[in-house]
């Protein structure tokens, strides 16, 4: 399976309703020629459609790092995970991530345990980032601390 690159279209009718329209990119491909790309195709879009483009997003096909699972642990459920919640700098919000599959041994009833090492790891990692990238919310707020972590369903 080859590695691509995600360039997406949100397009907004009349009703306030929103659909993406994804292009899929081979992931070799510079960022700033998918960049130039996007300039010139977004106009001829835009006079094909009656709806608006109100954003257009690119998701970059990386590799996946040596050493990963090779396949799922048995009965893992990716509609069953843990949803964190993050406080937010200088925002009345706070900013949730889900995460599917969440093992069952870092439960404890309907809370993740966030004293085992690896949650622990993987907060320190969301909140304090790494090699020069820190994750943020959607409006770009820095995420200070976990307020909580709990087991959800999702479909």
């Known amino acids: 399976m080859a590695v691509v690159s995600v360039l997406s279209y949100s ?6 309703n929103a659909k993406s329209m994804p292009l899929y990119i081979p992931a070799s491909v510079a960022i700033s020629a998918i960049q130039s790309f996007s300039d ?29 699972k ?3 642990v048995a009965g893992s ?12 700098t200088a925002s ?3 900013f949730s991530i889900f995460v599917p599959a969440w093992a069952q041994t870092f439960f404890s009833g309907p809370q993740v345990t966030l004293e085992d090492t690896e949650p622990g790891l993987f907060a320190t990692q969301i909140v304090s980032g790494s090699g020069g990238v820190t994750p943020t919310d959607r409006q770009g707020g820095d995420l200070v601390s976990v307020l909580t972590a709990v087991k959800r ?3």
Not at 52 to 62: D, E, F, K, Q, S
Request: hydrophobic residues 45%.
């Open 92 to 94: 009345n919000y706070n």
């Open 11 to 16: 397009i907004v009718d009349d009703d306030g």
């Open 70 to 72: 090779s396949s799922p």
């Open 153 to 155: 369903f999702r479909k």
């Open 77 to 88: 459920n990716v509609q069953e995970g843990a949803l964190w919640s993050f406080d937010v």
């Open 40 to 68: 010139t195709l977004a106009p001829l879009l835009d006079d094909c459609i009656d709806g608006v483009i109100n954003a257009v997003t690119l998701m970059v096909g990386l590799t996946l790092p040596g050493g990963l």
